[in-house]
């Protein structure tokens, strides 16, 4: 059975409320192009996802794009756990750091430390593709 985003932070929520963990499975050393990438098509864009699970030396890595249209964000500015890197490399739009509105354009690059406020906005009139790098260190 394939989980959708949201079934899957629900099954999560409630794990880590029973004071669980779900295993995660090991990302191997591969090389995929977008036609190999696990595709979900939303409102706002079309997600792909190229790696989710974890590594030697990560509790978590998750990287993938996602196309997104003219006007849309995928979600509210939000926070989380991981660190993320998001490189823009067509169309323009708007990032937002902690309150902090920024115009980004192809070459445009950000990093966000955990639990830090960030969102993206396509407010441009072509869609906005962004690559983007989320990780979780394992404890030392």
């Known amino acids: 059975m394939e989980l959708n985003r949201r079934s899957l932070f629900g099954t999560l929520a409630s794990v880590l409320a029973a004071g ?70 067509e169309g323009s739009g708007q990032i937002s750091l902690n309150g902090k509105t920024s115009n980004v354009v192809p070459g445009s690059v950000m990093y966000v430390t955990p639990n830090y406020l960030h969102g993206v906005l396509n407010t441009g009139q072509t869609p906005l593709m962004f690559y983007y790098v989320k990780w979780i260190a394992k404890s030392s």
Do not use: N, W
């Open 20 to 89: 669980g963990a779900l295993p995660a499975a090991e990302v191997q050393s591969v090389l995929l192009d977008s036609r190999q990438a696990r595709l979900e098509r939303h409102p706002f864009g079309d997600l792909r996802v190229y790696f989710e699970g974890s590594t030697p030396g990560l509790k978590s890595l998750v990287a993938g794009s996602l196309l997104l249209k003219p006007g849309q964000q995928p979600h509210p500015p939000h926070t989380h756990p991981d660190e993320e890197i998001m490189v823009i490399t």
